[in-house]
Each structure stands twice: as structure tokens, then as C-alpha cells.
């Protein structure tokens, strides 16, 4: 018997990440779920285009968009058809429910048609919940919002986590799955900005996701500070609940102090983490910690706060805003915490492992937003072919809904 080597086909895709304070653009390779860094470029953001996590003139965005592209194409010296986009989006509505699911013939082999009805009516009811939630709180009906992300956490079968389900024998399923929607205007200018630059748009993924992934504690709190905004993330047993836009961000600060310091906007930033600046500094934590308290008693409610808190972000190197979150007033707020706070750093080592050929220039250039959406790429091309996350995808276009 003769073996011959089977030619896996390489995916090459430009990750893109649209800040409001930068552009910026990572050309990568794709295959056997490691990650070639091809090319890395960035733009400085013109406000009169794209200000506050908004859109204030698509032609021109775009035309800053096309011209980092280009710049990188001509780095690379490869066209780049396909586009993973990172949109810094004011609302993102997202739910996360495990849902118990009982067969009537557990003694019968899982069939492919059977786990796609399953996960049709598992759906179904996520779908259901999450929409009646943002209406609920924001009045937004199911027609103003559309699903942007749709993801499997975890499958058990009889109490056991599984990854092959098919033709098995059980009779107790437990499906973990998460959902994320956004405004249908916010859906429309994505697809607008991809006809605009004539490209592709592959995926959209929000780093306030995709950053959650790169740590093992099962309970973390994630807070990443931009520049004109605040998110908070919250992972608990393993799964994303929710992620939460607070209106107040870095250049909040930033401005108060040029207000009534005659300094520039540079000179304050290499300054934040000096003794200067302190009643500004209180003024702006009064307002930003108010912010952080009443959104994680939102969204805890009676549950006790993770212990594990990581702070990063434009804002985020701050040394006063750690020392803050250190002493937080997690009473006045009737958040139960029980130990207490541990920040969490990044392992860059194991983020670099599944980067291949990366050379150092790139690896000190490129920020760690742009790694995490890297690492979810990489992982959402290895399940390609996942039976279980393809009986997903059949079931929403089943249930009527666009998957971005």
C-alpha cells in the first residue's frame, strides 16, 4: 500500500483593525493551523473621517482603508482579496446560554440530520432569549439588530465533554453556545465599506471576543481601555456573558488636562504614570469607575466577581488605573468578591507559538489587538470542517438569519 502526502491548500488574509485613533492592517498565511506573518502596516486615523467609534465619512474611511491595503500589498507583493475586520462597534449585544436537550431515541446512533435539528431548536431558543433581551433593554426590535457571531463553547454528552458526536449513543446533550448581534445599520456600513474598497469581508470579529480566548481561567474580568471608550468583558465558567461599552475612554483625560494645562498631547501621555495630573486624574476615576461599577453589577447581578481582572487597551498601561481597580469599592456597588483582585498578564510566549517565520521588528510593531484577531482567524479556520459548528451555520440560515 502506497501513501501520498496531502497537499493542505494555505488561506492567505488581511486582518484589519479599525481604530479610532489608528488603521491598522496584518497580512497573514493560513495553513495547518499555524500563522505566517506576510506584512504589517498602519495609518494614523483622520478624525474629520472616523472620530468617537464613528463613521463620519465613509468615502474618505475608505479611501484611508484602500491606501493602507495598498501599502501593503506592495509590501507583501501578494493581492489581498479576503478581509477579517475589526470594527469598533458602540453596541454589541451578546449572549452566551447552555441549553439542556433530552433525545426521545437515545439508543439510536447521532445522525448528521438529527444533530441539525437539534441545533436548530437549541438555537431557536438562544435566538429567542437574546433578542427579547435587547428589546428589553435597548428597544431595539429583531429587525433593527443582525446576528454578527454564532459560536458552539461547549457540547457534553451525558455530563461529558465531547468533540465527536456523531454515531454516538446518548441520551443527555448539553449545548453551550453564544451569540452576538449588532444595529442592521452597523451590519449595512461594514458590507458598504467592503463594496467601497472592493474586497471580500471574511469575517468580522470584535477583539472584546477574541481577547477573552487567550486566557485558561475559566473567570476573568477584561477591561480595555481605547481611546474614546471603555469595554468590559466577562467570562465565567469558561463562556463569555457579556461585553459592555462604557462612554468614557483615555482621551477623556487627556483632554481635561490640555484644557487646563498649557502641555501637549504627547508631553501628557508620557506623563500619565508620573505624581502630575493628580486632580485630574480624580476627576476623570470618579467618572470612569462609576462606569465600571454600576456595568459589572449589571452584569453579575447576585453572582460573585471573578478575582482575575487584565487591563490593556491604548489606556491601559496606565499604572493609576490599575492601583484603582486594586482598591475598588466593589460594596458600593453590592458586588460580592470574595478574594482578592489578581491581574493577569498576556503569555506572549504562547500566543507566538502558532507564528511561523515571525521576525522580531513585527513582533515589537504589532499590538496585541491584532494578535488576538490573528489567534481567531487561525482558530475559526481549523473548524472549517467541524461537524458541530457546521450544523450551527445550517441552523441559523435555517432559522432565516445572515451570518456575517
Request: some cysteine; glycine content about 6%; overall charge positive.
Amino acid at each position: 500500500m502506497s501513501f501520498t502526502k496531502q497537499h493542505i491548500p494555505s488561506k492567505i488574509l488581511c486582518i484589519l483593525d479599525i481604530g479610532s485613533y489608528k488603521l491598522r492592517a496584518c497580512a497573514a498565511r493560513f495553513k495547518n493551523k499555524n500563522i505566517e506573518i506576510l506584512g504589517y502596516c498602519e495609518k494614523r486615523q483622520d478624525i474629520s473621517y472616523f472620530a468617537n467609534n464613528e463613521c463620519l465619512n465613509l468615502p474618505g474611511l475608505c479611501e484611508n482603508i484602500s491606501e493602507v491595503l495598498k501599502k501593503l500589498e506592495h509590501l507583501i507583493e501578494l493581492p489581498l482579496d479576503d478581509i477579517v475586520i475589526n470594527y469598533p462597534f458602540g453596541e454589541l449585544f451578546l449572549g452566551s446560554k447552555k441549553i439542556n436537550y433530552r433525545r426521545k431515541l437515545p439508543h439510536n446512533k447521532l445522525t448528521l440530520s438529527e444533530l441539525e435539528d437539534i441545533m436548530q431548536s437549541v438555537e431557536k431558543l438562544c435566538l429567542k432569549s437574546l433578542n427579547e433581551d435587547i428589546d428589553k433593554l435597548y428597544g431595539l426590535s429583531p429587525k433593527e439588530v443582525q446576528i454578527l457571531l454564532s459560536r458552539v463553547n461547549s457540547v457534553s454528552i451525558d455530563w461529558i465533554i465531547q468533540e465527536k458526536i456523531i454515531g454516538a449513543l446518548w441520551e443527555n446533550l448539553k449545548i453551550s453556545l453564544l451569540n452576538a448581534f449588532i444595529p442592521s445599520n452597523k451590519h449595512m456600513l461594514i458590507s458598504q465599506i467592503g463594496n467601497v474598497i472592493g474586497k471580500n469581508m471574511f469575517k468580522v470579529l470584535p477583539t472584546e471576543y477574541c481577547i477573552t480566548k487567550i486566557f485558561p481561567q475559566k473567570d476573568v474580568v477584561i477591561i480595555n481601555v481605547g481611546a474614546t471608550q471603555t469595554t468590559l468583558s466577562l467570562k465565567k465558567d469558561g463562556d463569555v456573558l457579556s461585553i459592555s461599552k462604557i462612554p468614557i475612554g483615555i482621551n477623556d483625560l487627556v483632554k481635561k488636562i490640555i484644557k487646563q494645562k498649557s502641555i501637549t498631547r504627547v508631553d501628557i501621555i508620557d506623563q500619565l504614570n508620573s505624581d502630575k495630573f493628580q486632580t485630574e486624574k480624580q476627576e476623570f476615576l470618579q467618572i470612569w469607575g462609576e462606569g465600571i461599577g454600576i456595568t459589572l453589577q449589571e452584569v453579575l447581578g447576585k453572582t460573585i466577581c471573578p478575582k482575575y481582572f487584565y487591563i490593556w487597551g491604548g489606556g491601559g498601561n496606565n499604572i493609576f488605573l490599575q492601583d484603582y481597580v486594586q482598591n475598588f469599592p466593589f460594596a458600593k456597588y453590592d458586588i460580592r468578591i470574595v478574594n482578592d483582585i489578581s491581574f493577569l498578564e498576556e503569555d506572549m510566549n504562547k500566543i507566538l507559538k502558532v507564528m511561523k517565520h515571525i521576525r522580531l521588528e513585527d513582533i515589537q510593531r504589532i499590538p496585541l489587538d491584532m494578535y488576538v484577531l490573528l489567534l481567531e482567524t487561525n482558530h475559526l479556520i481549523a473548524r472549517e470542517k467541524d461537524i458541530v459548528s457546521n450544523s450551527l451555520k445550517t441552523a441559523i440560515e435555517r432559522l432565516g438569519y445572515i451570518k456575517s
